[in-house]
């Protein structure tokens, strides 16, 4: 069973940044994909920043230039530096992992952008 746990959310004022961190219990070498999704109320959960097969990034428009996704394998982590952020970046952030088609999410981390 793979484990994901989110750090790294809190509080701050619009155009701070923040670094949130997941840390995963198995290899990230074994999953087919790995990210960061949010969820607003009454829509599916929207993609933030992920890699795919091939170290490939992939970020929402909404994020793109301002968000910036990186991993570091030697400790089964990834990472998610969010700066310039704006009120409408409120929300929880979790952590996805894709493995065998099989999801694995996190409980994820609050993130508060105050105006």
């Known amino acids: 069973q793979v484990q994901l746990v989110e750090s790294g959310g809190g509080l701050v004022q619009s155009g701070g940044s923040l670094r949130l961190s997941c840390t995963s219990s198995?290899?990230?070498?074994?999953?087919?994909?790995m990210g960061w999704y949010r969820h607003y109320a009454g829509s599916q959960r929207e993609l933030v920043a992920e890699?795919?097969?091939?170290?490939?990034?992939n970020y929402g428009p909404t994020v793109k230039g301002r968000f910036t996704i990186s991993k570091d394998n030697s400790k089964n982590m990834i990472y998610l530096q969010m700066d310039s952020l704006k009120p409408e970046d409120t929300n929880i952030y979790y952590c996805?992992?894709?493995?065998?088609?099989?999801?694995?999410w996190g409980q994820g981390t609050q993130v508060t952008v105050s105006s």
């Open positions: 996805r992992a894709v493995m065998q088609s099989q999801s694995y």
């Open positions: 198995s290899n990230i070498f074994n999953f087919d994909s």
């Open positions: 890699f795919t097969t091939g170290d490939k990034d």
